[in-house]
């Protein structure tokens, strides 16, 4: 959905100020991604390759860059004292469709193991918060996530 709104503009010239508002909202979501990995307490292999697919997919980005990208929010997360800066910045530059979207990257991450552990799915709850994103449509993102999950498991 996002890479879509991306085709959309890319006919527009983007100035640097378009670009970097681009590359932060890119960030802000990585970051995002990788503090719900966290959440558990343990990082797993998984989890970070779930992380890299999702970036991939979502901003349509080549592996390396997604890689780049998921080392620079792994070192923003470590420095960070608060998610509101990334959640603000999600907020005011992203659309209701594409904030689903990231809490649907987020169930994705919180459920590659398979399993849900209570500071995960505490921490999206208060992320689809602090995104203003519903807490129905966050439990109904959650429920499209486990079904696919289940359907893939078969």
Do not use: C
């Not at 209570?118 to 992320?127: H, N, Q, R, T």
């Amino acid at each position: 959905m996002i890479g879509k709104l991306r085709e959309l503009l890319g006919g527009l010239v983007e100035g640097p100020a378009e670009q970097a508002a681009e590359e932060s909202l890119d960030l802000a979501v990585a970051v995002l991604l990788v503090e719900m990995a966290r959440a558990d307490h343990h990082l797993a292999d998984a989890e970070q390759r779930e992380i890299q697919l999702q970036l991939e997919q979502a901003f349509s980005l080549p592996a390396d860059q997604s890689s780049q990208l998921l080392e620079r929010a792994g070192k923003m997360v470590e420095d960070s004292v608060s998610l509101h800066e990334f959640t603000r910045a999600i907020h005011e530059g992203m659309d209701y469709d594409e904030k689903q979207r990231v809490v649907e990257m987020l169930w994705q991450v919180a459920l590659v193991d398979r399993s849900l552990d209570k500071y995960e799915d505490y921490l999206i709850a208060k992320l689809g918060e602090l995104l203003y994103v519903s807490r129905g449509d966050v439990i109904r993102i959650k429920h499209r996530v486990t079904q696919r999950l289940a359907a893939k498991d078969q």
